[in-house]
């Protein structure tokens, strides 16, 4: 009986001690905690007051994590991004390096014959020029599809030459390459314009002066316009028209946008509905977010090259908001290339009231004139005072999305 005692007694002990230690590394553990956490406080960068997750991917940061600092190294990166358009959205160009022929038709038909990997295709286009002149017509207008007119004085020495784009597995380019190739629409017609431009460089009587091309378009057209630019390095001028989503909008700030309750087109909408993207795309469509690039990067292909973006403030379905911001930081990239004046967006209406869709209102054409005075016919123009909005965004905050600095590429 004593002796239990005496056991329970030397349990309580021991206990007691052991519990006296615990408490005293306690107090002690918790004492340097807080001076860790003050002395970190103290010397270690402070987390933005706003956290966006899906904040637009930084154009000047490679997929590695490596900064991109020189001209040179944009070179780079535009190729890093887009092949990675190409990957996560757009479906991948061919490869291989395709025969072309050109043939002018006495009728003004221009014809084009590619072959590659054995299989042939052919197809012609309507060469229109302003008048019978002597010299090469300064100015062509490729188009993926018929659009509406430039305005008046900027149209007369623009030559055009149409083509169209089609379903995904059907046309032309699927004929050469295979129903089940990986490009969407889109990118096949961007092949397409480029073959045609392989074609137009071996005939000069054609009277196209192929060191001046530009690409316009709207609607889906507009879609089209900005990837044929951002792909063909020869397009000097590109002018996507109200694009919206897909096109000249970025899909993060769309799916921000809907989050609200704004009726927008968002890329999970799109895929039901059109093939203008690659299979590929349909995997990201419901998380933008996980998607490496987005539509200020495609933008960003353009540059240093020089594009015009006229777009229609009035009308939520083109998400007025997202191009504005989209393109704001699109613009980081001339910015940071030292040719802020080559890039241009005007965006009209508002809330107050604007125009229909794919219309050219009269806002509009002192800018889309300057551009092409500048980029398509050489002369002098100031293009530095076409990046504006008429309509209002309360809830655009534009560091929620453009978190990089931009820096000065030598």
Same mark, same amino acid.
């Given at each position: 009986m004593?002796l /239990?005692?005496y056991e329970v007694?030397?349990?309580?002990?021991?206990? @007691?001690r052991?519990?006296?230690?615990?408490s005293t590394l306690?107090?002690?553990? $918790?004492?340097?905690?807080?001076?860790l956490t003050d002395d970190?406080a103290?010397?270690c960068?402070?987390?933005?007051? @706003?956290?966006?997750?899906?904040?637009l991917?930084d154009?000047?940061?490679?997929?590695?994590?490596?900064?991109?600092?020189?001209?040179?190294?944009w070179?780079?990166?535009?190729?890093?991004?887009?092949?990675?358009?190409?990957?996560?959205?757009?479906?991948?160009?061919?490869?291989s390096k395709a025969t072309?022929k050109g043939?002018?038709?006495d009728d003004?038909?221009?014809?084009?014959a590619?072959?590659?990997g054995g299989k042939?295709i052919?197809?012609?286009?309507t060469? /229109?020029?302003p008048?019978?002149t002597?010299a090469?017509?300064?100015t062509?207008v490729?188009?993926?599809?018929?659009? &509406?007119p430039a305005p008046?004085?900027?149209?007369?020495?623009?030559g055009?030459?149409?083509t169209?784009?089609?379903?995904?597995?059907q046309g032309?380019f699927?004929?050469l390459?295979?129903?089940?190739?990986? *490009?969407g629409?889109?990118i096949? $017609?961007?092949?397409?314009?480029?073959r045609?431009?392989d074609a137009?460089e071996?005939?000069?009587?054609?009277?196209?002066?192929?060191?001046h091309?530009?690409v316009?378009?709207?609607s889906?057209?507009?879609?089209?316009a %900005?990837?044929?630019?951002?792909f063909e390095?020869r397009?000097?001028l590109t002018?996507?028209?109200?694009?919206?989503?897909g096109?000249?909008g970025?899909w993060r700030?769309?799916?921000g946008?809907?989050?609200?309750g704004?009726?927008?087109?968002?890329?999970s909408q799109i895929?039901t509905?059109n093939?203008w993207f690659g299979p590929?795309?349909d995997?990201y !469509?419901s998380?933008?977010a996980a998607?490496p690039?987005d539509?200020?990067? %495609?933008t960003a292909?353009?540059?240093?090259?020089?594009?015009y973006i006229?777009?229609?403030?009035y009308i939520?379905?083109l998400?007025p908001e997202s191009?504005?911001?989209c393109?704001?930081? *699109?613009?980081?990239?001339?910015k !940071?290339l030292?040719v802020?004046?080559?890039i241009?967006?005007?965006?009209?209406?508002?809330?107050a009231g604007?125009?229909n869709h794919?219309?050219f209102p009269?806002q509009q054409a002192?800018g889309i004139?300057?551009?092409a005075?500048r980029?398509?016919?050489?002369?002098?123009?100031d293009?530095?005072k076409?990046?504006r909005?008429?309509?209002?965004?309360?809830?655009?905050? &534009?560091k929620?999305?453009?978190?990089?600095d931009?820096?000065r590429?030598?």
């Amino acid at each position: 009986m004593n002796l /239990r005692k005496y056991e329970v007694l030397t349990f309580l002990q021991s206990t @007691m001690r052991t519990f006296t230690l615990i408490s005293t590394l306690s107090i002690l553990a $918790s004492g340097s905690f807080a001076q860790l956490t003050d002395d970190a406080a103290a010397r270690c960068p402070k987390l933005p007051d @706003m956290i966006n997750p899906f904040a637009l991917p930084d154009p000047f940061t490679f997929y590695n994590g490596q900064p991109v600092r020189t001209k040179a190294d944009w070179a780079c990166r535009r190729a890093e991004i887009a092949e990675l358009l190409q990957r996560f959205e757009l479906g991948s160009l061919p490869k291989s390096k395709a025969t072309v022929k050109g043939t002018l038709y006495d009728d003004g038909e221009f014809g084009v014959a590619v072959t590659d990997g054995g299989k042939s295709i052919a197809f012609n286009v309507t060469i /229109r020029l302003p008048g019978a002149t002597p010299a090469p017509t300064s100015t062509p207008v490729p188009t993926p599809a018929p659009t &509406e007119p430039a305005p008046e004085d900027a149209a007369p020495s623009h030559g055009h030459a149409a083509t169209g784009t089609s379903s995904r597995g059907q046309g032309l380019f699927y004929d050469l390459y295979g129903k089940d190739h990986p *490009a969407g629409a889109i990118i096949a $017609s961007a092949w397409g314009i480029s073959r045609l431009i392989d074609a137009l460089e071996q005939v000069p009587e054609a009277r196209i002066d192929t060191k001046h091309l530009g690409v316009t378009g709207c609607s889906r057209f507009g879609k089209a316009a %900005l990837i044929i630019g951002a792909f063909e390095e020869r397009i000097a001028l590109t002018i996507p028209e109200e694009g919206g989503t897909g096109g000249a909008g970025c899909w993060r700030i769309a799916d921000g946008i809907k989050r609200r309750g704004i009726n927008i087109q968002t890329p999970s909408q799109i895929i039901t509905e059109n093939t203008w993207f690659g299979p590929v795309f349909d995997k990201y !469509a419901s998380n933008a977010a996980a998607l490496p690039t987005d539509h200020h990067l %495609l933008t960003a292909l353009i540059a240093p090259r020089a594009v015009y973006i006229p777009e229609n403030g009035y009308i939520d379905w083109l998400g007025p908001e997202s191009t504005w911001g989209c393109q704001n930081a *699109a613009k980081t990239v001339w910015k !940071a290339l030292g040719v802020e004046d080559r890039i241009g967006f005007e965006q009209t209406g508002g809330a107050a009231g604007g125009h229909n869709h794919c219309q050219f209102p009269a806002q509009q054409a002192p800018g889309i004139v300057a551009f092409a005075d500048r980029f398509l016919k050489g002369k002098k123009a100031d293009t530095s005072k076409y990046f504006r909005t008429e309509a209002t965004f309360p809830d655009y905050n &534009e560091k929620e999305w453009i978190t990089w600095d931009t820096p000065r590429l030598a």
